[in-house]
């Protein structure tokens, strides 16, 4: 079955820094992969998708992925974080069905 | 930019009552799909929905869950008998033919007391 691992529960990092969320996935054929992010009492925002192609791809807010088949990962990266990106990251696979499987999320905090 | 709407965005209801979710998906997209919160926890898949019928569902989504179109635009989650177990945010997804892209609504609060 497919499955989604967020290694990191909760991460802090200092305004200005660079930010790399990760996601491991478990899916027998070629995934399709998606960042959410979520801000309190909010939905779920598209951050970024990889289906196929380039293995870098680029998503909004300044953030990317990059896809790595052989370490099965799919890690968010950001060169320099906002206060404003604080939120909730969850990694998702679309699976069999084109359901989506998530993640357990990543709580990110920003320090000023 | 279209966008998926749900009403209302926080129901509360007592144990045993039934509750209608409501979700407009976008105009020409043809999936739709529901998936639940629970506080602190990942999201989780219930139902997805094609043609007016159901094309696959979890094993959370049991007897006291329905899905229904009733119209051209709408597309709602009953749930006929509420649980404590229930409280949860529930989001409605859709997205169009030829694309793996889903769009989340803003979800609704479900408190079941």
């Known amino acids: 079955a497919q499955s989604v691992t967020q290694p990191d529960i909760h991460i802090t990092v200092s305004e200005g820094a660079s930010l790399e969320l990760r996601c491991n996935y478990s899916y027998g054929a070629t995934p399709y992969l998606f960042w959410y992010v979520q801000s309190p009492g909010q939905g779920l925002q598209l951050l970024l998708k990889?289906?196929?192609?380039?293995?870098l791809v680029q998503g909004i807010k300044g953030f990317e992925a990059e896809f790595k088949r052989s370490q099965s990962s799919f890690n968010l990266r950001k060169p320099s974080v906002h206060w404003s990106d604080a939120a909730e990251y969850f990694c998702a696979v679309g699976a069999t069905g084109n359901k989506l499987v998530f993640g357990a999320g990543t709580i990110l905090r920003v320090k000023s | 930019e279209p966008e998926v709407t749900q009403t209302p965005s926080h129901q509360v209801t007592q144990m045993g009552q039934e509750v209608i979710l409501r979700c407009v998906p976008i105009s020409n997209h043809l999936y739709f799909y529901w998936y639940r919160q629970i506080l602190g926890q990942k999201v989780e898949f219930l139902v997805s929905?094609?043609?007016?019928?159901?094309?696959?569902k979890s094993e959370i989504f049991d007897d006291q869950f329905s899905v229904e179109r009733p119209d051209g635009s709408n597309f709602t989650l009953k749930i006929r008998s509420t649980k404590l177990e229930d409280s949860a945010m529930y989001f409605c997804?859709?997205?169009?033919?030829?694309?793996?892209?889903?769009?989340f609504g803003p979800g609704t609060r479900l408190t079941v007391t």
């Open positions: 929905f094609y043609n007016n019928e159901i094309s696959e």
């Open positions: 990889y289906f196929s192609g380039d293995t």
């Open positions: 997804a859709s997205r169009d033919r030829g694309s793996y892209e889903q769009y």
